[in-house]
């Protein structure tokens, strides 16, 4: 449903959320093996949702990515629209150009119903939410 790079996305920014919360700045090298990323791509991925603005970085031997309080608070469905645009939100399920009421693909009214509930669980998810289960170990960012 979502890019390789957009799974990569979420998972990176719900470690940094869980590692901001202890005013921890990390870098690519610890994010990629705690996500079980190669390297170049989540440093490409990071540098992009710095610029823009979901996520903040710091230069220097101290430095590294991180989120502040706002950021903790965004949810699933912005680093989708970011990473992906609203393709998951508004587009057809079979990957038309043109599919509406007017004129549906075969699963349209489906999809419009699924789309719908996948949409609302990404908006009210915030990074923050999840902080408490990983750090249980009840929940994983790796396979």
């Known amino acids: 449903m979502v890019s390789k790079t957009c799974e990569y996305a979420i998972r ?24 079980d990323s190669p390297e170049p791509f ?14 903040q970085s710091a230069k220097g031997p101290t430095g590294g990515f991180f989120l502040d309080n706002a950021g903790l608070k965004q949810n699933l469905a912005d680093i989708v629209v970011a990473v992906d645009g609203d393709k998951l939100f508004t587009g057809c399920g079979l990957g038309l150009k043109s599919c509406s009421e007017k004129k549906p693909c075969p699963i349209h009214d489906e999809f419009v119903a699924v789309r719908r509930q996948i949409k609302t669980m990404m908006k009210s998810a915030t990074l923050d939410d999840y902080n408490t289960s990983l750090e249980l170990g009840e929940k994983y960012l790796k396979r």
């Open 42 to 55: 989540i440093a490409k991925i990071l540098q992009e949702l710095s610029r823009k603005g979901l996520l």
């Open 12 to 35: 990176a920014m719900l470690f940094i959320a869980q590692k901001s919360k202890s005013d921890i700045k990390v870098g690519v090298k610890h994010i990629a093996k705690a996500i």
